[in-house]
């Protein structure tokens, strides 16, 4: 009796271990297109970078402001030295010295230098927001594409499935005619030709799959290994803005237009800079000091207050070659922006015409797939009836096979091409 309850209190103990210890498989994530760019947003390195330099300009503004103020110091000197003899002190002479100082320093005119810079600073700023923006702008374009990517290769791989599934039971077909005496051996050797040109090309297209998965993993922040069940599939959505109202949106709204503005006004502030050195500099100083021969060296007080101008009468000519760089550095700046400008404006441009083209190969490519898949049912019908050839049903169903490749490459560009204009437009991320 004690050995067979011994025996049950083992196996049960087992039991509750082989169950802990049991390895728990997580399902595959689910995702749908606004989920990716929310996870993308929060995991991406490419936002936390920009934030991060966002961040360090927004100090660079208080150090800017911090050269204008005043600033107080406070230096404690010590000192001991000797005096060598002389004829009326035959002897070394030791001194000790304790000196306290307190400096106050006021820049009271720096002819715009400082000033000039406080501007840029807040331009570089600017600058850095509209980075930001622009970073969360090309992440989302990223992982919209990459998620489009998943899908087109998730449609191939079922497009090659469905058929290789036409070819394999149309061999069927042909091998049981074949054994019957009713087709030559050609027809059964160009069916497994045609065969395992259908597989191959599944084979080809899971690895595609396997790899867009694993680069959308990568934009997201997740394990490259991690399986995915993305929600959304392709649509269409008609676009109903005009290419000029595309346009008009882009150059008010795409951050580069706006920072190439900050750009320019940041070398505009660069000559200011450059133009200060033809004008004097005034700070004020105020001083304390206390001083005596023991610590702490407080006894002795005297102080001071001095108001001092320095105008540069002469640099070699430093001043003006600083200004020249500065003229042509902003004429350089100008010319950047509205390469800028014509470049985004000729990206809009070819999206949205990209996009239009693609909207009219999804309606003939739809028609397409329904005359295919209604002829490689005539076709089959036929040869099963003896009154058709193995060949028209090998190019039926190659012909419906391309016939979805082109509908789902229809969809793609569209969709692709669409998530690139409002990128090129500056539509802002939420």
Known sequence: MKLSQRCRITLISSLVIAALCHPVFAGPIELTLDDSIKL????????????????????????????????????HTS????????????????????????????????GGKLESKI?????????????????????KLNVVTYYFNVLEYRNEVRNCQETVNNYTEHLNLVNNKYRLGMVAKTDVLSSQ?????GQDSLI???????????????????????ELSLKDDFKYVKNTQTLEECLNYAENHRPEIAQYKAKVASAEADIKIAKSGYRPTVDLTAQQDWNDSHLPGTENSNWLVKLTASFNLFDSGLTDSQIHQADYSLTKVRHQANQKRDSILLDVRQYYLSMYEAEKRIETSKVSVNQ??????????????????????LDAVLSLDK????????????????ASLEQAMGIPVK
């Open 40 to 75: 993308a947003l929060k995991n991406n390195y490419d936002t936390k970078i920009a934030e991060a330099n966002r961040e360090q300009y927004a100090w660079a503004i208080k150090q800017a402001k911090a050269n204008k103020g005043a600033a107080l110091t406070y230096a």
């Open 79 to 110: 000192e001991r030295y000797n005096t060598p003899p002389t004829i009326y002190t035959p002897n070394y002479t030791y001194t000790n010295t304790f000196d306290n100082q307190l400096s106050l320093t006021f820049p009271v005119y720096s």
């Open 119 to 139: 501007d840029q600073a807040k331009l570089d700023l600017t600058v850095a927001d509209l980075d930001l923006a622009t970073a969360k702008q090309q992440l």
């Open 193 to 197: 030709v045609n065969l395992a040109d």
């Open 204 to 226: 080809k297209a899971q690895n595609n799959y396997n790899n867009a998965v694993a680069t959308l993993n990568n934009a997201l922040g997740l394990p490259h290994g991690s």
């Open 372 to 393: 295919a898949s209604e002829n490689l049912m005539i076709e089959k019908a036929k040869y099963n009836l003896g009154a058709g050839t193995n060949i028209d049903v």
């Open 403 to 418: 016939a979805k490749k082109n509908y789902t490459l229809a969809l793609y560009d569209y969709n692709t091409a669409k």
